[in-house]
């Protein structure tokens, strides 16, 4: 079981019927807010293609982010609360990237690896496939059928490309204003993801990772799974259409969901 996902620069070209569709936050087509319209019920992947902004990938080719920027970026995403960031490249250069990210002390566990690799067929990276490293999807054609006669690029992905842990890219009903708000309140995501997981980094202090435990502890017997933790704290935002959440907004929800469990939202 895989699944497909479609990428363009012009997202009317972008047919329905994918599994996932991934798009850009910055650069030259910024196409990932239409996609969240276009799309909202399905898997989306943003892209930033430099480390000044923050996304669920870096695209890292030429003119875009390089290998050397990749650990940096990969754990400030991790901080914000995104569970296992994920890294665009070619896969002749996937060796050479995913050496330096280890290198920094990133599991190869700890983040996605999305290759590009055309004229080999249909397939996702790995030594036995094509010879080059494992990846955990493949961008395997960039001339799939588009809409009106366009080419477009499509990948094939692992079943649990998107999946394993809480999701920071709902609801479907935000708008941009709500999603830098969210976007915004890092800290307070990335608490919130660890408690709600129960897991602990080695950056974490001896005190940290004990607060992530007793509040782990605590939230478990509020609400029994990771998803209903960001549901709760979902729940406790006020209406979106009421003008955009604001920073405060959320870090009230987190609160109130922390406070109903006993625990306080910062470690
Ligand atoms: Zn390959």
């Known amino acids: 079981m895989t699944l497909r996902m479609y990428d363009s620069i012009d997202v009317a070209h ?24 276009l799309f909202a019920q399905l898997h989306l992947l943003s ?16 003119g875009d982010a390089t290998n050397s920027d990749a650990p ?17 490249t070619s896969a ?16 190869r566990s700890q983040f996605r690896l999305w290759s590009a690799h055309y004229g080999e067929g249909k397939h996702i990276c790995g030594p036995g496939a ?19 006669g366009s080419e477009i690029d499509e990948s094939v992905l ?36 660890h408690a709600a997981a129960g897991t602990v980094t080695s950056g974490m202090s001896a005190q940290e990772k004990a607060n992530v435990a007793a509040a782990h502890k ?8 990771p998803a209903a933790v960001a549901a709760a704290v979902v729940a406790a935002l006020p209406p979106a259409a009421a003008g955009g959440l604001t920073q405060a907004d959320v870090e009230a929800a ?14």
């Open 14 to 37: 972008l047919p329905p019927g994918a599994d996932a569709y991934a798009g850009y936050v910055n650069g030259a087509w910024q196409t990932f807010p239409a996609l969240r319209r």
């Open 47 to 62: 892209i930033a293609v430099s480390t000044s902004a923050d996304a669920d990938c870096l695209d890292i080719e030429a």
């Open 72 to 88: 940096a970026w990969v754990k400030r995403q991790m901080r914000r609360g995104e569970p296992r960031p994920c890294l665009y």
């Open 92 to 107: 002749g250069n996937a060796a050479a990237l995913i050496a330096t990210v280890e290198g920094a002390g990133i599991a």
């Open 130 to 148: 094509c010879g080059f490293p494992a990846a955990d999807g493949t961008q395997w054609t960039d001339t799939a059928p588009g809409r009106n």
């Open 158 to 193: 692992r079943d649990g490309f998107f999946g394993g842990s809480v999701s920071l890219t709902g609801p479907e009903h935000w708008d941009d204003k709500d999603w830098q708000a969210v976007s915004a309140h890092g800290i307070g995501l990335w608490w919130l993801a």
């Open 218 to 225: 605590a939230l478990a017997g509020l609400v029994p799974t």
């Open 254 to 267: 987190v609160e109130a969901v922390f406070a109903r469990a006993g625990q306080q939202p910062s470690a």
